[in-house]
C-alpha cells in the first residue's frame, strides 16, 4: 500500500524557439528506481522520472514514496529489482503522480502534453427508430 508521495525535484526546459512547431514530436518517458531504504515497517522508494520531447525539451522530476506491504530489501539488495506482487503498484503510483506533474510543467514551457488529448466525434445521424 503507498502511505505518501513526494516530489524533491523538479527541472523542466525547453531546447527549441516557441514558434518550432514540428509535425510530429516524439515523447519518451522514464521511470527509474534510485534506492529503497527500510524505515521502520515501511519502505522510502526514491526514483526518477524523466519524459523527453524529441529535441524540443525535457522534464525531470526526482522524489519518493513510502511503501507499506511486502519487504522489498531481498530483491533490492541481491539484484536492484523490486518484487514483482509490489513492482506494478509502486511504478503505477509514481506514472501516475508523475505524469500530472509533466501535463503541468509541459504546459508551463509550451511543450506538447505527454499523453493523447482526448478528441470528440460527431455522432452519425439516425434515421428511423433504434
Known amino acids: 500500500m503507498i502511505r505518501d508521495i513526494e516530489f524533491t525535484s523538479m527541472e523542466g526546459k525547453r531546447f527549441a524557439p516557441i514558434d518550432f512547431r514540428p509535425q510530429e514530436v516524439r515523447i519518451d518517458q522514464n521511470l527509474s528506481i534510485v534506492d529503497i531504504r527500510k524505515e521502520g515497517e515501511n519502505f522510502?522508494?526514491?526514483f526518477k522520472f524523466?519524459?523527453?520531447?524529441?529535441?524540443?525539451g525535457s522534464i525531470n522530476i526526482e522524489g519518493n514514496l513510502l511503501y507499506n506491504g511486502i519487504d522489498l530489501e531481498p530483491s533490492w539488495k541481491?539484484?536492484?529489482s523490486i518484487a514483482e506482487s509490489a513492482a506494478q503498484?509502486?511504478?503505477?503510483s509514481i506514472f501516475a503522480a508523475s505524469t500530472v506533474e509533466?501535463?503541468?510543467?509541459?504546459?508551463d514551457l509550451r511543450l506538447p502534453p505527454p499523453l493523447p488529448m482526448p478528441t470528440i466525434q460527431k455522432k452519425k445521424d439516425i434515421i428511423g427508430f433504434g
Open 44 to 46: 522510502r522508494v526514491f
Open 50 to 56: 524523466i519524459t523527453t520531447f524529441s529535441g524540443m
Open 78 to 80: 541481491k539484484d536492484k
Open 89 to 92: 503498484e509502486i511504478q503505477g
Open 102 to 107: 509533466t501535463i503541468l510543467l509541459a504546459r
